[in-house]
């Protein structure tokens, strides 16, 4: 059973810092690309970052560039998001995402962020 459970999610300050975790299990994660994805409220969801099979290539929404990193653990069939220098902005639901070029994906349920004083 494929299942990818995020955590790390809460509440935290303006200029504070989190880090995400994505949990995967149920199939080969060092053959997928690993995405974060987020979701706030009223919006469409959008892609935050994303990293390759091997980790040895990231990307990143601009929105994000500076502050978040992207990383992986293949022993470990994990992947990260650490969030520095959080804003209001930042605000939403992330989600972990499993994909390969043939089309198959696997999402996680979501972790929420809140940034707020």
């Known amino acids: 059973q494929v299942q990818l459970v995020e955590s790390g999610g809460g509440l935290v300050q303006p200029g504070g810092s989190l880090r995400l975790s994505c949990a995967a299990s149920?199939?080969?994660?060092?053959?997928?690309?690993m995405l974060w994805y987020r979701q706030a409220p009223g919006k469409e969801r959008e892609l935050v970052a994303a990293?390759?099979?091997?980790?040895?290539?990231?990307n990143y929404a601009e929105s994000v560039k500076g502050r978040f990193t992207i990383s992986r653990d293949n022993a470990k069939n994990t992947v990260y998001l650490q969030m520095n220098s959080l804003k209001s902005e930042d605000t939403a639901v992330y989600y972990c995402?499993?994909?390969?070029?043939?089309?198959?994906?696997?999402w996680g349920k979501g972790t929420l962020v809140t940034v707020s004083v």
């Open positions: 995402n499993a994909f390969r070029n043939n089309g198959i994906s696997y």
């Open positions: 149920g199939f080969t994660f060092s053959n997928y690309a």
């Open positions: 990293i390759s099979s091997t980790g040895g290539s990231t």
